[in-house]
Protein backbone atom coordinates (compact mmCIF):
# COMPACT_ATOMS: atom_id res chain seq x y z
CA UNK A 1 0.00 0.00 0.00
CA UNK A 2 2.63 2.32 1.20
CA UNK A 3 5.40 1.77 -1.04
CA UNK A 4 3.45 2.23 -4.68
CA UNK A 5 5.10 4.88 -6.50
CA UNK A 6 1.43 7.03 -6.47
CA UNK A 7 1.32 6.82 -2.51
CA UNK A 8 5.42 7.53 -2.43
CA UNK A 9 5.12 10.95 -4.58
CA UNK A 10 2.30 12.46 -2.48
CA UNK A 11 5.05 12.84 0.13
CA UNK A 12 7.67 14.80 -1.82
CA UNK A 13 6.42 18.01 -0.89
CA UNK A 14 6.69 16.83 2.71
CA UNK A 15 10.36 15.16 1.91
CA UNK A 16 11.60 19.02 1.33
CA UNK A 17 9.48 21.29 3.26
CA UNK A 18 9.76 19.30 6.18
CA UNK A 19 13.15 17.58 6.01
CA UNK A 20 15.57 18.71 3.42
CA UNK A 21 15.24 22.42 3.50
CA UNK A 22 14.47 22.53 7.53
CA UNK A 23 17.76 20.55 7.41
CA UNK A 24 19.61 22.79 5.18
CA UNK A 25 18.43 26.17 6.75
CA UNK A 26 19.31 24.70 10.21
CA UNK A 27 23.03 23.53 8.73
CA UNK A 28 23.40 27.52 7.02
CA UNK A 29 22.51 29.44 10.12
CA UNK A 30 25.01 27.30 12.51
CA UNK A 31 26.64 24.48 10.94
CA UNK A 32 28.15 23.14 14.34
CA UNK A 33 24.44 21.68 14.84
CA UNK A 34 23.98 19.25 11.99
CA UNK A 35 27.79 18.18 12.33
CA UNK A 36 29.25 18.06 15.57
CA UNK A 37 31.55 14.95 14.89
CA UNK A 38 32.72 17.31 12.31
CA UNK A 39 32.93 20.45 14.50
CA UNK A 40 35.05 18.68 16.75
CA UNK A 41 37.34 17.45 14.18
CA UNK A 42 38.34 20.98 13.19
CA UNK A 43 38.76 22.39 16.67
CA UNK A 44 41.44 19.62 16.77
CA UNK A 45 43.25 21.17 14.20
CA UNK A 46 46.41 23.34 15.63
CA UNK A 47 47.08 25.92 12.48
CA UNK A 48 44.13 28.35 12.74
CA UNK A 49 44.66 29.25 9.28
CA UNK A 50 44.63 25.34 7.99
CA UNK A 51 41.56 25.24 10.44
CA UNK A 52 40.07 28.50 9.31
CA UNK A 53 40.28 27.44 5.49
CA UNK A 54 39.13 23.97 6.20
CA UNK A 55 35.71 25.91 7.75
CA UNK A 56 35.30 28.03 5.31
CA UNK A 57 35.13 25.02 2.82
CA UNK A 58 32.39 23.34 4.53
CA UNK A 59 30.51 26.70 5.22
CA UNK A 60 30.70 27.09 1.31
CA UNK A 61 29.53 23.09 0.67
CA UNK A 62 26.49 23.97 3.10
CA UNK A 63 25.79 27.16 0.98
CA UNK A 64 25.84 25.58 -2.41
CA UNK A 65 23.57 22.90 -1.19
CA UNK A 66 21.15 24.98 0.18
CA UNK A 67 20.92 27.01 -2.36
CA UNK A 68 20.03 23.33 -4.58
CA UNK A 69 17.80 22.84 -2.17
CA UNK A 70 16.33 25.86 -2.08
CA UNK A 71 16.04 26.49 -6.05
CA UNK A 72 14.17 22.68 -6.10
CA UNK A 73 11.65 23.34 -2.92
CA UNK A 74 11.01 26.57 -4.83
CA UNK A 75 9.97 24.97 -7.89
CA UNK A 76 8.40 22.33 -5.82
CA UNK A 77 5.69 24.92 -4.09
CA UNK A 78 4.58 26.30 -7.94
CA UNK A 79 2.56 24.76 -10.35
CA UNK A 80 4.04 24.27 -13.59
CA UNK A 81 3.15 22.75 -17.18
CA UNK A 82 4.10 19.08 -16.03
CA UNK A 83 4.97 19.64 -11.54
CA UNK A 84 1.53 18.88 -10.39
CA UNK A 85 3.44 18.06 -6.68
CA UNK A 86 2.11 21.53 -4.90
CA UNK A 87 -1.47 20.43 -5.29
CA UNK A 88 -0.14 17.84 -2.70
CA UNK A 89 0.00 20.73 -0.11
CA UNK A 90 -4.09 20.38 0.24
CA UNK A 91 -3.15 17.44 2.36
CA UNK A 92 -1.13 19.13 5.02
CA UNK A 93 -2.49 18.92 8.36
CA UNK A 94 -1.98 23.02 8.96
CA UNK A 95 -2.02 24.98 5.36
CA UNK A 96 -4.30 22.61 3.35
CA UNK A 97 -7.76 24.41 3.49
CA UNK A 98 -5.50 27.65 2.86
CA UNK A 99 -3.91 26.10 -0.55
CA UNK A 100 -6.95 24.96 -1.26
CA UNK A 101 -9.04 28.13 -1.26
CA UNK A 102 -6.00 29.48 -2.94
CA UNK A 103 -6.64 27.14 -5.96
CA UNK A 104 -10.31 28.13 -5.53
CA UNK A 105 -10.05 32.05 -5.94
CA UNK A 106 -7.64 31.66 -8.92
CA UNK A 107 -10.06 29.12 -11.14
CA UNK A 108 -12.64 31.80 -10.42
CA UNK A 109 -10.38 34.71 -11.69
CA UNK A 110 -9.73 32.57 -14.58
CA UNK A 111 -13.32 32.14 -15.08
CA UNK A 112 -13.07 28.42 -14.20
CA UNK A 113 -16.64 27.43 -12.19
CA UNK A 114 -16.37 24.38 -10.88
CA UNK A 115 -19.67 24.18 -9.45
CA UNK A 116 -21.22 24.41 -12.93
CA UNK A 117 -19.36 20.75 -14.00
CA UNK A 118 -21.83 17.68 -13.91
CA UNK A 119 -21.16 14.50 -14.39
CA UNK A 120 -22.38 10.90 -14.03
CA UNK A 121 -21.68 11.13 -10.03
CA UNK A 122 -23.84 14.86 -10.23
CA UNK A 123 -26.18 13.27 -7.97
CA UNK A 124 -23.77 12.84 -4.86
CA UNK A 125 -23.00 16.43 -4.78
CA UNK A 126 -24.74 18.28 -1.60
CA UNK A 127 -26.29 21.41 -2.63
CA UNK A 128 -26.53 22.49 0.59
CA UNK A 129 -22.87 22.90 0.92
CA UNK A 130 -21.26 25.92 0.74
CA UNK A 131 -17.09 26.73 -0.71
CA UNK A 132 -15.77 27.87 2.27
CA UNK A 133 -13.75 31.24 2.62
CA UNK A 134 -11.78 32.52 5.75
CA UNK A 135 -12.02 36.72 6.39
CA UNK A 136 -8.21 36.37 7.48
CA UNK A 137 -6.72 34.78 4.56
CA UNK A 138 -5.95 38.49 2.70
CA UNK A 139 -3.60 39.09 6.07
CA UNK A 140 -2.12 35.65 6.14
CA UNK A 141 1.36 35.38 5.44
CA UNK A 142 0.79 31.69 4.02
CA UNK A 143 -2.39 32.93 1.90
CA UNK A 144 -0.51 35.46 0.31
CA UNK A 145 2.57 34.11 -0.46
CA UNK A 146 0.91 31.00 -2.32
CA UNK A 147 -1.71 33.48 -4.02
CA UNK A 148 1.63 35.40 -5.59
CA UNK A 149 3.32 32.36 -6.74
CA UNK A 150 0.54 30.81 -8.21
CA UNK A 151 -0.51 34.01 -10.12
CA UNK A 152 2.81 35.20 -11.26
CA UNK A 153 4.32 34.23 -14.80
CA UNK A 154 0.77 32.78 -16.49
CA UNK A 155 1.05 30.18 -13.69
CA UNK A 156 -2.83 30.71 -13.01
CA UNK A 157 -3.31 28.47 -16.42
CA UNK A 158 -1.09 26.07 -14.70
CA UNK A 159 -3.63 25.67 -11.54
CA UNK A 160 -7.08 25.54 -13.72
CA UNK A 161 -4.97 22.83 -15.53
CA UNK A 162 -4.09 20.60 -12.89
CA UNK A 163 -7.36 20.80 -11.43
CA UNK A 164 -8.97 19.11 -13.85
CA UNK A 165 -6.35 16.59 -14.63
CA UNK A 166 -5.84 15.56 -10.71
CA UNK A 167 -9.79 15.10 -10.90
CA UNK A 168 -10.65 17.60 -8.27
CA UNK A 169 -13.22 19.54 -10.15
CA UNK A 170 -15.50 16.09 -10.46
CA UNK A 171 -18.29 15.30 -8.48
CA UNK A 172 -17.16 12.53 -6.44
CA UNK A 173 -14.59 14.76 -4.31
CA UNK A 174 -16.88 18.13 -4.50
CA UNK A 175 -18.49 17.48 -0.79
CA UNK A 176 -14.97 16.72 0.67
CA UNK A 177 -13.45 19.79 -0.92
CA UNK A 178 -16.03 22.10 0.37
CA UNK A 179 -16.16 20.21 3.73
CA UNK A 180 -12.11 20.95 3.62
CA UNK A 181 -12.09 24.90 2.45
CA UNK A 182 -14.37 25.43 5.53
CA UNK A 183 -11.86 24.43 7.77
CA UNK A 184 -9.99 27.61 9.35
CA UNK A 185 -8.76 26.13 12.57
CA UNK A 186 -6.24 22.67 12.66
CA UNK A 187 -8.09 19.51 13.19
CA UNK A 188 -5.61 16.73 11.79
CA UNK A 189 -2.06 16.66 14.22
CA UNK A 190 0.57 18.29 12.53
CA UNK A 191 3.51 16.05 14.07
CA UNK A 192 2.03 12.86 13.01
CA UNK A 193 3.92 9.88 11.47
CA UNK A 194 0.78 9.21 9.32
CA UNK A 195 -0.11 12.27 8.27
CA UNK A 196 -1.13 10.81 4.27
CA UNK A 197 -3.39 8.25 6.39
CA UNK A 198 -5.07 10.79 8.78
CA UNK A 199 -6.73 12.78 5.59
CA UNK A 200 -7.19 9.47 3.99
CA UNK A 201 -9.54 9.01 7.15
CA UNK A 202 -11.28 12.19 7.21
CA UNK A 203 -11.33 12.62 2.96
CA UNK A 204 -11.03 9.07 1.50
CA UNK A 205 -12.97 10.11 -1.69
CA UNK A 206 -10.02 13.25 -1.90
CA UNK A 207 -7.04 11.08 -0.90
CA UNK A 208 -8.18 8.23 -3.01
CA UNK A 209 -8.37 10.71 -6.27
CA UNK A 210 -4.66 11.92 -5.13
CA UNK A 211 -3.33 8.58 -5.04
CA UNK A 212 -5.08 7.09 -8.38
CA UNK A 213 -4.05 10.13 -10.24
CA UNK A 214 -0.10 10.63 -9.00
CA UNK A 215 0.16 6.52 -9.42
CA UNK A 216 -0.64 6.79 -13.41
CA UNK A 217 1.31 10.58 -13.46
CA UNK A 218 4.74 9.37 -15.89
CA UNK A 219 6.96 11.50 -14.04
CA UNK A 220 6.12 10.03 -10.47
CA UNK A 221 7.17 6.42 -11.70
CA UNK A 222 10.41 7.94 -12.82
CA UNK A 223 10.96 10.21 -10.08
CA UNK A 224 9.98 8.10 -7.21
CA UNK A 225 11.42 4.47 -8.43
CA UNK A 226 14.01 5.78 -10.74
CA UNK A 227 15.11 2.21 -12.20
CA UNK A 228 11.28 0.64 -12.06
CA UNK A 229 11.92 -1.11 -15.29
CA UNK A 230 14.70 -2.94 -14.14
CA UNK A 231 13.37 -3.47 -10.78
CA UNK A 232 10.13 -4.97 -12.20
CA UNK A 233 11.27 -7.29 -14.80
CA UNK A 234 15.06 -8.23 -14.05
CA UNK A 235 15.31 -7.78 -10.23
CA UNK A 236 12.83 -8.82 -7.73
CA UNK A 237 13.57 -8.80 -4.11
CA UNK A 238 11.17 -11.75 -3.79
CA UNK A 239 12.52 -13.67 -6.47
CA UNK A 240 15.87 -16.27 -5.79
CA UNK A 241 19.04 -15.63 -8.41
CA UNK A 242 17.96 -19.33 -9.34
CA UNK A 243 14.06 -18.03 -10.58
CA UNK A 244 16.09 -14.73 -12.73
CA UNK A 245 18.47 -17.25 -14.09
CA UNK A 246 16.01 -19.78 -15.06
CA UNK A 247 13.62 -16.51 -16.81
CA UNK A 248 16.43 -15.22 -18.36
CA UNK A 249 17.91 -18.36 -20.39
CA UNK A 250 13.98 -19.12 -20.98
CA UNK A 251 13.83 -15.76 -22.88
CA UNK A 252 17.31 -16.09 -24.73
CA UNK A 253 16.38 -19.64 -25.72
CA UNK A 254 12.82 -20.66 -25.98
CA UNK A 255 11.41 -17.16 -26.23
CA UNK A 256 13.32 -15.73 -28.78
CA UNK A 257 12.80 -18.70 -31.29
CA UNK A 258 9.13 -18.02 -30.65
CA UNK A 259 8.83 -14.92 -31.18
CA UNK A 260 11.18 -15.05 -34.54
CA UNK A 261 8.57 -17.66 -35.87
CA UNK A 262 5.80 -15.42 -35.20
CA UNK A 263 7.46 -12.19 -36.99
CA UNK A 264 8.24 -15.06 -40.00
CA UNK A 265 5.01 -15.91 -40.06
CA UNK A 266 3.60 -12.32 -39.95
CA UNK A 267 6.12 -11.62 -42.88
CA UNK A 268 4.66 -14.02 -44.99
CA UNK A 269 1.27 -13.09 -44.19
CA UNK A 270 2.25 -10.05 -45.74
CA UNK A 271 3.92 -10.84 -48.91
CA UNK A 272 0.78 -13.43 -49.85
CA UNK A 273 -1.39 -9.63 -49.39
CA UNK A 274 0.69 -8.17 -52.15
CA UNK A 275 -0.30 -8.08 -55.87
CA UNK A 276 3.11 -7.34 -57.03
CA UNK A 277 6.44 -7.13 -56.04
CA UNK A 278 6.54 -3.27 -56.25
CA UNK A 279 3.77 -3.24 -53.84
CA UNK A 280 5.65 -5.60 -51.45
CA UNK A 281 8.94 -3.94 -51.02
CA UNK A 282 6.46 -0.34 -49.90
CA UNK A 283 6.48 0.67 -46.28
CA UNK A 284 3.49 0.14 -44.20
CA UNK A 285 1.48 3.91 -44.22
CA UNK A 286 -1.52 2.93 -41.70
CA UNK A 287 -0.78 1.59 -37.88
CA UNK A 288 -1.30 -1.81 -37.46
CA UNK A 289 -5.07 -3.32 -36.92
CA UNK A 290 -5.25 -5.90 -33.85
CA UNK A 291 -7.09 -7.86 -36.55
CA UNK A 292 -4.04 -8.53 -38.13
CA UNK A 293 -2.20 -9.75 -35.37
CA UNK A 294 -4.94 -12.24 -34.47
CA UNK A 295 -2.95 -14.75 -35.74
CA UNK A 296 -0.01 -14.08 -33.74
CA UNK A 297 -2.37 -14.33 -30.30
CA UNK A 298 -3.81 -17.65 -31.70
CA UNK A 299 0.15 -18.93 -32.25
CA UNK A 300 0.82 -18.25 -28.74
CA UNK A 301 -1.11 -20.16 -27.04
CA UNK A 302 0.02 -22.84 -29.33
CA UNK A 303 3.48 -22.30 -29.05
CA UNK A 304 3.11 -22.51 -24.99
CA UNK A 305 1.18 -25.72 -25.65
CA UNK A 306 3.85 -27.02 -27.15
CA UNK A 307 7.09 -25.73 -25.24
CA UNK A 308 4.54 -27.15 -22.20
CA UNK A 309 4.78 -30.87 -23.57
CA UNK A 310 8.46 -31.86 -23.10
CA UNK A 311 8.00 -30.72 -19.33
CA UNK A 312 5.55 -33.08 -18.68
CA UNK A 313 6.30 -36.16 -16.10
CA UNK A 314 6.87 -38.46 -19.16
CA UNK A 315 8.92 -36.48 -20.79
CA UNK A 316 10.90 -35.44 -18.20
CA UNK A 317 11.40 -39.27 -16.93
CA UNK A 318 12.85 -39.75 -20.71
CA UNK A 319 15.54 -37.46 -20.61
CA UNK A 320 16.31 -36.51 -16.63
CA UNK A 321 18.38 -39.36 -14.41
CA UNK A 322 16.38 -40.52 -11.14
CA UNK A 323 18.95 -38.35 -9.47
CA UNK A 324 17.76 -34.87 -10.90
CA UNK A 325 14.44 -36.03 -10.31
CA UNK A 326 14.82 -36.13 -6.66
CA UNK A 327 16.92 -33.35 -6.42
CA UNK A 328 14.23 -30.97 -7.93
CA UNK A 329 11.52 -32.10 -6.15
CA UNK A 330 9.24 -30.07 -4.08
CA UNK A 331 10.80 -31.71 -1.09
CA UNK A 332 13.99 -31.46 -2.09
CA UNK A 333 13.59 -27.85 -2.92
CA UNK A 334 11.35 -26.87 0.49
CA UNK A 335 14.74 -29.01 2.55
CA UNK A 336 17.32 -26.73 0.85
CA UNK A 337 15.50 -22.97 0.50
CA UNK A 338 14.41 -21.39 -2.85
CA UNK A 339 17.83 -18.75 -2.49
CA UNK A 340 20.21 -20.84 -3.19
CA UNK A 341 21.93 -18.93 -6.13
CA UNK A 342 21.79 -15.53 -3.62
CA UNK A 343 23.68 -17.58 -0.82
CA UNK A 344 26.59 -19.14 -3.31
CA UNK A 345 27.00 -15.68 -4.21
CA UNK A 346 27.39 -14.67 -1.02
CA UNK A 347 29.26 -17.43 0.12
CA UNK A 348 32.06 -16.04 -2.96
CA UNK A 349 31.91 -12.66 -1.66
CA UNK A 350 32.97 -13.76 1.62
CA UNK A 351 35.51 -16.03 -0.06
CA UNK A 352 36.93 -13.78 -2.14
CA UNK A 353 37.01 -10.65 0.81
CA UNK A 354 38.90 -13.52 2.93
CA UNK A 355 41.47 -14.12 -0.08
CA UNK A 356 42.48 -10.74 -0.28
CA UNK A 357 42.68 -9.59 3.42
CA UNK A 358 44.93 -13.34 3.50
CA UNK A 359 47.10 -11.91 0.81
CA UNK A 360 47.46 -8.28 2.42
CA UNK A 361 48.54 -10.31 5.73
CA UNK A 362 50.94 -12.64 4.15
CA UNK A 363 52.87 -9.96 2.02
CA UNK A 364 55.99 -8.72 3.07
CA UNK A 365 55.65 -5.06 1.80
CA UNK A 366 51.96 -4.50 3.58
CA UNK A 367 52.24 -3.09 6.86
CA UNK A 368 49.20 -1.76 8.63
CA UNK A 369 49.05 1.91 9.47
CA UNK A 370 48.20 2.91 12.97
CA UNK A 371 45.18 4.95 13.43
CA UNK A 372 46.80 7.87 14.90
CA UNK A 373 49.33 7.83 11.95
CA UNK A 374 46.36 8.32 9.64
CA UNK A 375 45.20 10.77 11.35
CA UNK A 376 48.42 12.65 11.33
CA UNK A 377 48.28 12.19 7.24
CA UNK A 378 45.39 13.67 6.85
CA UNK A 379 45.84 16.73 9.00
CA UNK A 380 49.00 17.63 6.70
CA UNK A 381 46.97 16.35 3.41
CA UNK A 382 46.59 19.30 1.04
CA UNK A 383 43.96 18.18 -1.19
CA UNK A 384 42.68 20.10 -4.75
CA UNK A 385 40.63 21.72 -3.06
CA UNK A 386 43.38 23.43 -0.41
CA UNK A 387 45.65 24.10 -3.30
CA UNK A 388 42.40 26.01 -5.34
CA UNK A 389 40.68 27.97 -2.30
CA UNK A 390 40.42 31.46 -3.03
CA UNK A 391 39.16 33.95 -0.54
CA UNK A 392 35.31 34.76 0.37
CA UNK A 393 35.60 37.60 -1.75
CA UNK A 394 37.10 35.79 -4.26
CA UNK A 395 34.33 33.19 -4.39
CA UNK A 396 31.54 35.59 -4.50
CA UNK A 397 33.39 37.51 -7.39
CA UNK A 398 33.65 33.93 -9.09
CA UNK A 399 29.66 33.14 -8.26
CA UNK A 400 28.94 37.28 -10.36
CA UNK A 401 30.70 36.33 -13.22
CA UNK A 402 29.15 32.86 -13.68
CA UNK A 403 25.47 34.53 -12.92
CA UNK A 404 26.35 37.50 -15.48
CA UNK A 405 27.32 34.72 -17.88
CA UNK A 406 23.97 33.61 -18.54
CA UNK A 407 21.07 34.25 -20.59
CA UNK A 408 18.27 34.17 -18.11
CA UNK A 409 20.48 37.23 -16.31
CA UNK A 410 20.05 39.34 -19.47
CA UNK A 411 16.44 38.13 -20.24
CA UNK A 412 15.14 39.64 -16.99
CA UNK A 413 16.84 43.16 -17.11
CA UNK A 414 14.15 45.29 -18.29
CA UNK A 415 14.82 47.37 -21.75
CA UNK A 416 14.92 50.63 -19.94
CA UNK A 417 18.52 49.80 -18.71
CA UNK A 418 19.23 46.79 -20.70
CA UNK A 419 22.04 48.44 -22.71
CA UNK A 420 23.17 50.48 -20.46
CA UNK A 421 24.30 47.42 -18.19
CA UNK A 422 25.47 45.63 -20.97
CA UNK A 423 27.98 48.53 -21.98
CA UNK A 424 29.78 48.56 -18.03
CA UNK A 425 29.62 44.46 -18.25
CA UNK A 426 30.61 43.86 -21.58
CA UNK A 427 32.06 46.69 -23.25
CA UNK A 428 34.05 44.67 -25.95
CA UNK A 429 30.60 43.52 -26.96
CA UNK A 430 29.09 46.88 -26.93
CA UNK A 431 29.36 48.60 -30.21
CA UNK A 432 27.65 51.52 -32.22
CA UNK A 433 26.15 49.17 -34.22
CA UNK A 434 24.91 47.22 -31.20
CA UNK A 435 23.49 50.13 -29.27
CA UNK A 436 21.47 50.08 -32.33
CA UNK A 437 19.57 46.90 -32.13
CA UNK A 438 16.62 46.30 -29.98
CA UNK A 439 16.84 43.89 -27.06
CA UNK A 440 15.28 40.87 -28.99
CA UNK A 441 17.18 41.03 -31.79
CA UNK A 442 20.64 40.50 -29.30
CA UNK A 443 18.92 37.78 -27.42
CA UNK A 444 17.16 35.96 -30.47
CA UNK A 445 18.09 32.34 -31.16
CA UNK A 446 21.47 32.24 -33.08
CA UNK A 447 21.03 32.13 -36.79
CA UNK A 448 23.50 31.86 -39.70
CA UNK A 449 23.71 35.67 -39.90
CA UNK A 450 24.07 35.94 -36.25
CA UNK A 451 27.74 36.11 -35.09
CA UNK A 452 29.71 36.90 -31.60
CA UNK A 453 29.55 40.60 -32.64
CA UNK A 454 26.12 40.94 -33.24
CA UNK A 455 24.10 38.12 -30.97
CA UNK A 456 24.61 38.07 -26.98
CA UNK A 457 24.11 34.33 -27.04
CA UNK A 458 27.06 33.55 -29.32
CA UNK A 459 29.45 36.41 -27.46
CA UNK A 460 28.88 34.55 -24.00
CA UNK A 461 29.47 31.12 -25.82
CA UNK A 462 32.36 32.81 -27.39
CA UNK A 463 33.94 34.25 -23.74
CA UNK A 464 33.13 30.69 -22.09
CA UNK A 465 34.99 28.93 -24.89
CA UNK A 466 38.01 30.86 -24.75
CA UNK A 467 38.38 30.12 -21.01
CA UNK A 468 38.00 26.62 -21.60
CA UNK A 469 40.83 27.04 -24.22
CA UNK A 470 38.42 25.11 -26.85
CA UNK A 471 37.99 29.01 -29.24
CA UNK A 472 41.57 31.49 -29.83
CA UNK A 473 41.12 34.74 -28.05
CA UNK A 474 39.98 37.06 -30.65
CA UNK A 475 38.17 39.51 -28.15
CA UNK A 476 41.64 40.93 -27.03
CA UNK A 477 44.65 42.38 -28.71
CA UNK A 478 47.69 40.25 -29.79
CA UNK A 479 49.51 42.06 -27.27
CA UNK A 480 46.71 40.76 -24.74
CA UNK A 481 46.24 37.65 -25.68
CA UNK A 482 50.01 36.43 -25.30
CA UNK A 483 50.46 38.50 -22.05
CA UNK A 484 47.35 36.24 -20.77
CA UNK A 485 49.03 33.51 -22.21
CA UNK A 486 52.37 34.12 -20.93
CA UNK A 487 50.57 34.92 -17.26
CA UNK A 488 48.87 31.20 -17.58
CA UNK A 489 45.27 33.19 -16.65
CA UNK A 490 43.06 30.96 -15.51
CA UNK A 491 39.26 30.71 -16.64
CA UNK A 492 38.35 32.88 -13.98
CA UNK A 493 40.90 35.34 -15.14
CA UNK A 494 39.35 35.29 -18.36
CA UNK A 495 36.32 35.60 -17.55
CA UNK A 496 36.87 38.85 -15.74
CA UNK A 497 38.48 39.92 -18.90
CA UNK A 498 35.56 40.34 -20.76
CA UNK A 499 32.46 40.41 -17.99
CA UNK A 500 33.48 43.73 -15.69
CA UNK A 501 31.22 42.71 -12.79
CA UNK A 502 32.51 45.46 -10.53
CA UNK A 503 30.39 48.12 -12.63
CA UNK A 504 27.13 46.30 -13.01
CA UNK A 505 24.45 48.23 -11.64
CA UNK A 506 21.70 44.99 -11.67
CA UNK A 507 23.87 43.01 -10.15
CA UNK A 508 22.99 43.90 -6.73
CA UNK A 509 19.19 44.59 -7.11
CA UNK A 510 19.72 40.18 -8.29
CA UNK A 511 21.00 39.42 -5.30
CA UNK A 512 18.90 41.41 -3.20
CA UNK A 513 15.96 40.13 -5.02
CA UNK A 514 16.84 36.19 -4.39
CA UNK A 515 17.86 36.74 -0.36
CA UNK A 516 14.42 38.28 -0.28
CA UNK A 517 12.70 35.37 -1.94
CA UNK A 518 14.62 32.68 0.32
CA UNK A 519 14.15 34.87 3.45
CA UNK A 520 10.17 34.92 2.60
CA UNK A 521 10.17 31.47 1.73
CA UNK A 522 11.85 30.36 4.58
CA UNK A 523 9.73 32.25 6.58
CA UNK A 524 6.66 30.60 4.89
CA UNK A 525 7.90 27.00 5.36
CA UNK A 526 8.99 27.46 9.04
CA UNK A 527 5.41 28.95 9.80
CA UNK A 528 4.20 25.08 8.85
CA UNK A 529 7.21 23.07 8.08
CA UNK A 530 8.31 20.42 10.73
CA UNK A 531 10.98 19.02 10.43
CA UNK A 532 10.68 15.33 9.71
CA UNK A 533 13.49 14.01 12.21
CA UNK A 534 11.25 14.81 15.13
CA UNK A 535 8.71 12.41 13.89
CA UNK A 536 7.96 9.33 15.09
CA UNK A 537 8.04 7.54 11.94
CA UNK A 538 12.23 8.43 11.30
CA UNK A 539 12.64 7.67 15.07
CA UNK A 540 13.85 3.99 16.08
CA UNK A 541 12.36 2.98 18.73
CA UNK A 542 13.23 0.06 21.09
CA UNK A 543 10.38 -2.59 22.17
CA UNK A 544 9.74 -3.24 25.92
CA UNK A 545 10.86 -6.82 26.59
CA UNK A 546 10.62 -6.85 30.12
CA UNK A 547 7.79 -9.34 31.56
CA UNK A 548 5.91 -9.43 34.69
CA UNK A 549 5.50 -12.80 35.83
CA UNK A 550 2.80 -12.44 38.80
CA UNK A 551 0.99 -15.45 41.20
CA UNK A 552 -1.71 -16.26 43.18
CA UNK A 553 -1.78 -14.80 46.01
CA UNK A 554 -1.47 -17.09 49.39
CA UNK A 555 -2.07 -15.89 52.83
CA UNK A 556 0.37 -16.39 55.39
CA UNK A 557 -0.01 -18.99 58.17
CA UNK A 558 0.71 -19.21 61.81
CA UNK A 559 3.73 -21.94 61.64
CA UNK A 560 6.29 -19.23 61.65
CA UNK A 561 7.62 -20.17 58.36
CA UNK A 562 6.99 -18.49 55.15
CA UNK A 563 4.90 -20.50 52.69
CA UNK A 564 6.24 -20.67 48.99
CA UNK A 565 3.17 -20.02 45.97
Known amino acids: YA ?221 VEQCHGVERNAYNSQASHDMRDSRTNYIANEEYANRRERRQCILEIEASKAVSTEQSKKQRTSSVKHNDRKVTQQMIGEQLLEDSKQYSTEKLAQRLPEDIHQKFSIKSIVKRGTDVGKKALGEKKVEHAEAVARKKRESTTFSQTPFEDLIEDAQKLETANDLAWKSKDAIKHAKQLNTVLTKSYWNKIKVDCFFEELEKVFPCFYTPTVSRMTKTALLQRPTSACSAKNNLNLFIKLVKDIAEGKAPNTLSTKRRAQQLKRAKATKLDLWAEFANVEASEYLSVVEEKAFEKNALMRDVIASFGTETTTHARFQMTKADLTTTYTTDYVPPTDDGHDDEP
Not at 81 to 104: N, Q, T, Y
Not at 155 to 162: G, L
Not at 173 to 194: F, G, H, W, Y
Open 3 to 223: DRPGYRTLEIPSLYVDNAFPYMQAAKDNWTSKFPETAKFAATIQDPELRAMKVGQLKEGIDAGYEEIAKMTEQLLSPGEDKPWAFCLIMHPKIGSKILRVAMAIAKEEGFDIDAIHDDEGHLIDETLEWGTCAVDGRDAIYTSFMEKWTSKGKSAHVVHWLQQLGLMTSKVRNELKRLSQETEVIRDVNSSTRLLDFAATYPQTFDMFWSKMGMYPHSTRI
